[in-house]
């Protein structure tokens, strides 16, 4: 037994979600595990602020760095459990020398917080299970006397003020929590106090969003094994009852059976909600597609060519039915980015990732700069 089953055999790449509920399931455990979290970032790191690691015995759960830290991570954590008392370590990564002798250059120093996981994080947890935002604000630094590093509080929703906030918490953390949820990041910011100065980690967690697959056709289950990896939290919806099953989606957070006409009703379709629609069959598709058009939902994916809309819009229009300018803005099909191949782990890696870029309000494209490297370099 592994850390009373808290770190699953695939440690290093486990979704956010599998490393919250570890961390969930780590506050009652026997065996206090240790919690890592990147609190600070100075150049260029492969994680960023509020990524997580959740060591238990001698294994970690979740990854903050690719790999560079992760083993020196878990001796720093033993000695945090032996203490019983949080501590921030920082880790220079900038130079060619070695560091902590693994000789690894990642131009960036990390300040890591490392705490023997305690309550304090179960209001955004809960938070977490139940959709909700939630703000967790961690002391990492004080000169503050009477304020001790890991000392936290946690907003939950749309109000980034804690319910009882503690002495040390003012307005300043308050504007600060906000800009982190217009950016959709976390930070470290230092707060002036009569007492003492404080560093505070602003963390934003935010849940991971829905996505509803329409279909159990073979193809559907490439896309709900990438989409899980990427951290969104899926359904499966079948409108044939037989193949709607929890056997045959191992992978899907929830298989529901139910007919086309019930979409609206029988879910809860939202603004956080992307949709992929994959029947194969024309009339289901028509009604399905018609129903999330007339819901929230910011994404609608319909696999198959393009032509396949235009049947479904005549058939619409036959109804009286005309889709408007914003109705195809959310429209995506044929769905996915062109990366070319046809298997289904490529179809289904072309689908999750026009899933990512819409969810994050990206534009597809190359990581590399316009210019070419042999321009950037000179050469």
């Known amino acids: 037994m592994r850390g009373d089953h808290l770190v699953p055999d695939d440690e290093w790449s486990a979704p956010e979600a599998d490393v919250m509920a570890s961390i969930r399931r780590g ?30 015995g001698d294994s970690g759960l979740g990854s903050i760095t690719a790999g560079c830290l992760e083993d020196v991570l878990l001796d720093l954590a033993a000695e945090v459990r032996a203490e019983g008392h949080p501590r921030v370590e920082q880790f220079d990564l900038t130079g ?13 120093v990390i300040d890591v ?3 023997p996981l305690d309550g304090s994080l179960r209001p955004a947890l809960d938070a977490y299970d139940e959709g909700r935002e939630s703000t967790v604000y961690t002391v990492v630094d004080a000169d503050h006397s009477a304020v001790p590093i890991g000392e936290r509080a946690v907003a939950v929703g749309d109000d980034p003020m804690p ?3 503690p002495e040390w918490f003012g307005d300043d953390l308050v504007e600060t929590a906000r800009e982190c949820r217009r950016a959709g990041d976390s930070k470290t910011v230092e707060c002036p106090r009569p007492g003492g100065r404080v560093a505070v980690f602003v963390d934003h ?8 697959v329409f279909g159990t056709g073979h193809d559907v289950r490439p896309v709900i094994e990438l989409a899980r990896r990427v951290d969104f939290r899926v359904t499966v919806a079948g409108f044939r009852g037989a193949a709607a ?57 319909l696999m198959g060519p393009a032509e396949r809309f235009e049947e479904i819009a005549e058939e619409w229009r036959s109804e009286g039915r005309e889709p408007s300018a914003a109705d195809l803005r959310r429209l995506y099909t044929p769905v996915g980015i062109d990366l070319g191949g046809g298997t289904p782990y490529q179809i289904a890696h072309s689908i999750v990732a026009e899933l990512l870029a819409v969810r994050n309000g990206r534009t597809p494209t190359h990581l590399r700069a316009d210019e070419t490297l042999e321009s950037r370099l000179r050469l």
């Open 245 to 301: 099953t929890d056997e045959r989606f191992p992978a899907a957070d929830t298989v529901r059976s139910l007919s086309p006409a019930q979409v609206r009703s029988a879910l809860d379709l939202d603004s956080e909600t992307y949709t992929v629609v994959m029947t194969h069959n024309f009339v289901d598709d028509a009604i399905a597609v018609g129903e999330l058009l007339d819901s929230d939902v910011p994404y609608v994916g």
């Open 96 to 108: 060619d020398d070695d560091v902590w002798g693994l000789g690894v250059g990642c131009n960036g």
């Open 205 to 212: 967690v935010t849940p991971p969003a829905d996505l509803v």
């Open 113 to 115: 917080l490392l705490e």
């Open 27 to 56: 506050i009652d455990a026997d065996e206090t595990p240790v919690l890592a979290t990147i609190v600070g970032v100075e150049g260029s790191a492969y994680r960023g602020p509020g990524a997580k690691m959740l060591v238990a």
């Open 163 to 165: 319910a009882a906030p």
